[in-house]
């Protein structure tokens, strides 16, 4: 029989593969780039999983590629960009999967914003503005300075901006004009205080608390990641309380079953919301939740897919592994990756070091101001989350991409 993925995240076939396979299933992606994948699919034998090259922005060619599958059982995705679809074609194909209007409101980060608000989990709300410097006094007056504004559907921190005051909005604001946008711009409070994610596993409206992974982002105006870690080490109180909350905001939002990365930040009145997303973090996060918990994670994944209670709800969590941190390289510039120096230090760096390659030699680099901008990314480990941060980041440094001009 045969468990469908809808597009994925860059890393994690492999450990989604070996979850099928234990369930004693074959995986098949359906994909419209598996230039996407160019590292996973590389480093798999052949027989691992099946590859179906088609058009997933085509809903219509995607029902025939999962209606001539053979027993198709169970169907995953873990991808913002796809969610929508794959929830309305495991209802339509009478899959187990979440509800798809549930999956909806969790897609428009505007609509959650404010039913927390309204729900009393959330202290600001938020406000739909058109992308024009005249929409200045409107996000003033609502939300005040300094402010965030965004995509309501967006993903990769891709056209995120924090305004400070009055004439940098306006000049966003003008910036956003020329922006496309998944959704909706809006704007919302500016949040003080460090930010994190929380790693959960819901079942039947249950909700627990894999972990808390610390992320570091870029310095203003450019939003973007750059490094994360996990799994943080917190007081017992301080977890348990962030458990709670989680678990009452994902309730809110009519997230059931399933994994949810879940960004915060830690602000002087405790967690404050940043946005959800019902899938396991991107980048390298299942990953170093593997490797740190010392279980197959995705194996979850698989059993929700199949309807069935994830073990993983009621396991003991091993935290006696390693804890794992990884940076992401970032070009310098726009134009095409020709190489990049410095990989051949990384064995020398403490914390068994590796590099996670996310563009080849020859890939554009459209842009640096977010992820699109990343080239790959160093992992390392080490006893504690914060030592294995140092490690990966002091490695990272020695990575530098080479990237020429684009154009003629």
Same mark, same amino acid.
């Given at each position: 029989?045969?468990? %469908? ?21 074959? /995986? ?6 598996? @230039? ?7 480093? /798999? ?66 609509? &959650? ?7 009393? /989990? ?25 402010? &965030? ?18 004439? %940098? ?127 197959? &994670? ?21 935290? @006696? ?9 970032? %070009? ?32 554009? &680099? ?12 160093? /992992? ?13 980041? @002091? ?10 001009? @684009?154009?003629?």
């Amino acid at each position: 029989m045969t468990i %469908a993925a809808l597009e994925s995240l860059s890393f994690g076939l492999g450990r989604m593969a070996a979850a099928a396979a234990e369930a004693g299933h074959e /995986l098949c992606l359906l994909t419209a780039d598996r @230039s996407v994948y160019r590292h996973e699919l590389g480093t /798999l034998p052949d027989d691992a999983l099946t590859v179906i090259d088609v058009d997933t922005f085509d809903e219509t060619a995607t029902r025939r590629a999962l209606a001539a599958l053979p027993d198709l059982v169970g169907l995953l995705n873990t991808t913002d960009t796809w969610s929508v679809p794959a929830a309305d074609l495991a209802a339509e194909f009478g899959l187990p999967g979440p509800d798809p209007a549930a999956v909806r409101l969790l897609r428009d980060k505007y609509q &959650v914003r404010e039913l927390l608000h309204r729900r009393g /989990l959330s202290r600001s709300g938020a406000v739909r503005v058109a992308p024009s410097p005249g929409s200045a006094d409107e996000v003033v007056r609502a939300v005040g300075l300094p402010a &965030v504004l965004k995509d309501s559907s967006g993903t990769s921190s891709r056209n995120v901006w924090i305004v400070q005051d009055e004439e %940098a909005l306006r000049r966003t604001l003008d910036e956003a004009a020329q922006q496309q946008f998944m959704g909706e711009l809006f704007a919302e409070a500016f949040l003080a205080g460090p930010l994190y994610s929380a790693e959960t596993l819901s079942w039947d409206g249950v909700t627990r608390l894999l972990g808390v992974l610390s992320r570091q982002t870029s310095r203003q105006p450019a939003v973007r990641e750059e490094a994360a870690a996990f799994p943080v080490a917190l007081p017992q109180a301080e977890s348990n309380a962030i458990e709670q909350w989680v678990g009452d905001v994902l309730n809110a939002a009519g997230h059931r079953s399933g994994f949810a990365h879940v960004e915060f930040v830690l602000t002087t009145e405790g967690p404050e919301l940043v946005e959800i997303n019902r899938r396991i973090g991107g980048a390298l996060v299942g990953e170093v939740m593997c490797r740190s918990l010392g279980t197959n &994670v995705y194996t979850a994944m698989v059993e929700e897919a199949l309807g069935r209670r994830p073990r993983l709800m009621d396991a003991p969590l091993d935290h @006696s592994g390693p804890a794992h941190a990884f940076v992401l390289v970032y %070009a310098d510039r726009p134009g095409v990756l020709k190489d990049w120096h410095g990989l051949d230090e990384l064995a020398a760096f403490p914390g068994n070091v590796r590099w996670y390659p996310t563009r080849a030699p020859g890939d554009v &680099v459209p842009q640096v101001g977010d992820q699109r901008g990343c080239t790959g990314i160093v /992992l390392a480990e080490a006893a504690t989350a914060e030592l294995a941060q140092h490690r990966a980041w @002091s490695a990272a440094t020695r990575v530098r991409p080479v990237v020429a001009d @684009s154009g003629p």
